[in-house]
């Protein structure tokens, strides 16, 4: 099982920027495809966006491209989320997980999740 653990959520005006950031200890995450999801309050869980192993393709929602950036950073062993243009939609906890697939469109077969990182867009 692939221990993963999301940081850099926190309180951000609208129109704000935060970088969120995924670390895995005891293993090297540029073998996994990774993926972001979120879940806002009363809502179902969603994919956000996805990199892919190897080729590091990237995947984003409607909702959130343009304005959201994933990226690795292999000597760091670490993915991010870079997140601009925030809305108060975008308010939700935010999950690094581990896809069995990731393309330009779409991921699918997610296997192990994190705890999450509560993103909250408000003024």
């Known amino acids: 099982q692939v221990e993963l653990v999301e940081s850099g959520g926190g309180l951000v005006q609208p129109g704000?920027?935060?970088?969120?950031?995924?670390?895995?200890?005891?293993?090297?995450?540029?073998?996994?495809?990774?993926?972001?999801?979120?879940?806002?309050?009363?809502?179902?869980?969603?994919?956000?966006?996805?990199?892919?192993?190897?080729?590091?393709?990237?995947?984003?929602?409607?909702?959130?491209?343009?304005?959201?950036?994933?990226?690795?950073?292999?000597?760091?062993?670490?993915?991010?989320?870079?997140?601009s243009s925030l809305k108060p939609e975008d308010t939700a906890v935010y999950y690094c997980a581990t896809p069995s697939v990731c393309t330009p469109n779409g991921y699918y077969g997610v296997d192990d999740w994190g705890k999450g990182t509560l993103v909250t867009v408000s003024s």
């Open 16 to 83: 704000g920027s935060l970088r969120l950031s995924c670390a895995a200890s005891a293993f090297h995450l540029d073998y996994y495809s990774i993926a972001w999801f979120r879940q806002a309050p009363g809502k179902e869980r969603e994919g956000v966006s996805c990199i892919s192993r190897g080729n590091d393709d990237t995947y984003y929602a409607d909702s959130v491209k343009g304005r959201f950036t994933i990226s690795r950073d292999k000597a760091k062993n670490m993915v991010y989320l870079q997140m």
